[in-house]
């Protein structure tokens, strides 16, 4: 099982990690939540009424990586073959954005969380072993999934790549190239996520 899930009887998943795996995904989804940043109940007040109305931002993150996390809901304005389809794209994207965005960074730092808990669990029932198995449910793999698409959305945000022609040209960089190490993380990521994939296919 080493380097990729496999299915558990019932459903579910399992994985083996070593310790500095189990660091490397942790530490990779501690710098997610501090990217995505605390909620509304966080930052505001104990109203549950005025979290469940509050309005997000209406305009796009100006992180890249957020951007990408965060997407206009109706592609790039800045493609639009006329200035009027421009403008009524940004209008509706701005909308969207101000009344799904909360939600879509809340879950998202529930996904992250999930991860990081796991691994904690994971760390605190393995002390003194190099490594563990990682057992997850089936709700707890769906978790994972997200985390991982957004982990690799990030990374791969940071790296430039838009495109499959883009990763080609990863595996051909040098050794020596200060990327390398990102690049690494987000191709074993990817490995994990589609064996992950893999595991939840009926």
């Known amino acids: 099982m080493p380097g990729q899930f496999e ?43 005025a979290e469940l109305f509050a309005e997000g931002p209406s305009e796009p993150p100006s992180d890249p990586v957020l951007r990408r996390l965060f997407p206009d809901a109706y592609g790039d304005p800045g493609s639009a073959p006329q200035a009027a389809e421009a403008e009524e794209q940004r209008a509706y994207s701005a909308e969207f954005r101000r009344y799904t965005e909360n939600d879509l960074r809340a879950g998202k730092r529930e996904n992250a969380l999930a991860v990081i808990r796991s691994l904690d669990a994971l760390s605190s029932a393995s002390a003194g072993e190099d490594g563990a ?64 994939v893999a595991t939840l296919l009926p």
């Open 7 to 49: 299915p558990l009887p019932g459903g579910g998943a399992a994985v083996a990690l070593d310790d500095v795996e189990i660091s490397i995904i942790r530490s990779l989804a501690v710098q997610l939540l501090e990217l995505i940043g605390p909620g509304p109940a966080e930052d505001a007040s104990d109203d549950p009424l």
């Open 133 to 196: 198995v990682l057992k997850l449910s089936p709700g707890e793999s769906q978790q994972w999934l997200r985390a991982l698409n957004d982990l690799r959305l990030a990374i791969g945000s940071r790296l430039e790549i838009t495109d499959e022609d883009d990763t080609d040209l990863l595996y051909r960089l040098p050794d020596e190239d200060p990327r390398k190490p990102m690049v690494m993380a987000y191709l074993w990521l990817g490995g994990l996520q589609e064996s992950l």
